[in-house]
């Protein structure tokens, strides 16, 4: 039997983020350009003999059943019609991600954690079965199976796989507070104004409780990015570069502590390094 797997859980960021509509169901009805980058958390699921167990040196770090990679533990059990609790596996989690980011950090653990344990636990599901389970974890978690450059409807849970976008390099940068998605969206009820010039269309009211966001935004722009943009609902901002030393560059230029420069990663290549 398999006693242990190791998997990497990309992040990403949002190219473009349009907010159509509000839904009977309450979500938002969208149209987004997903994109991974190589920030990664690394996922490691050790077989033992006590109960199901999720580490991380982050104390920050949720390890309870609200976590993605329980629900996940608990969709693939579904999945093999087994009425039990997630049991004899520990999930050890080296977080790269930071949270409250928009960098799809939870939402990406709870893809990986999916797959992972339907290979631990020899569960065999269809594509199907696995989009649908990773849709009820939430409205990003089924990109996360994909990877790569992808359109995303409805709740951002249908997806168009287009073409991969010419490699490029990601300057994020993350500001010390975290915004949460549901409030976010509760801030673009109170008052969805548009801006064509902006890409993603919560950056107006997310920068507008945290000034910081559009400074960030201009200050990529003027360090040559050629898009710059807030992530999903942010915190994070991000730049992108054609070149690895304009990006550092600009890293160096903003020089705050949670920033980070690295690749934007094809589907291809999401599949490849996924297992290293
Ligand atoms: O699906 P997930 O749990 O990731 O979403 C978090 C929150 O973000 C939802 O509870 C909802 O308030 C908001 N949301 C939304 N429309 C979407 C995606 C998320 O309103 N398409």
């Not at 039997?1 to 190791?6: D, I, K």
């Not at 690394?42 to 949720?62: K, M, N, Q, V, Y």
């Not at 649908?132 to 199976?145: K, N, Q, S």
Request: one cysteine or more.
């Amino acid at each position: 039997m398999m006693r242990s797997l190791r998997v990497r859980a990309f992040a990403k960021i949002n190219l473009e983020l349009r907010v159509l509509g509000l839904r009977p169901d309450g979500y938002h009805e969208l149209r987004t350009t997903f994109q991974s980058i190589a920030l990664a958390d690394t996922l490691t699921f050790t077989a033992t003999r006590g109960p199901f167990r999720i580490e991380c040196d982050d104390p920050s770090f949720p390890a309870d059943h609200t976590n993605l990679i329980w629900k996940a533990a608990q969709r693939v059990l579904a999945l093999a019609r087994k009425r039990e609790q997630p049991f004899g596996v520990t999930v050890r989690v080296e977080k790269n991600i930071p949270m409250q980011a928009g960098l799809g950090g939870g939402s990406s653990n709870g893809a990986a954690a999916l797959q992972a344990l339907c290979r631990l636990w020899k569960v065999k599901a269809t594509r199907e079965e696995l989009h649908h389970a990773a849709a009820t974890l939430g409205a990003d978690v089924p990109y996360f199976l994909e990877g790569g450059t992808a359109l995303g409807f409805h709740r951002g849970d249908l997806l168009v796989p287009i073409d991969d976008i010419s490699p490029a390099w990601v300057v994020v940068v993350v500001p010390e507070f975290g915004v949460s998605t549901k409030e976010a969206f509760a801030w673009w009820d109170a008052s969805p104004r548009r801006n064509p010039k902006v890409s993603n269309d919560l950056q107006g009211v997310v920068a507008k409780r945290h000034p910081v966001v559009s400074k960030l935004v201009r200050a990529l722009n003027k360090e040559g990015a050629f898009h710059a943009s807030l992530s999903g609902s942010g915190s994070a901002v991000f730049g992108l570069f054609s070149r690895r030393s304009d990006a550092q560059a600009a890293a160096r230029a903003l020089a705050g502590p949670r920033t980070f420069v690295t690749p934007t990663l094809s589907r291809a290549a999401c599949r490849r390094l996924a297992a290293k």
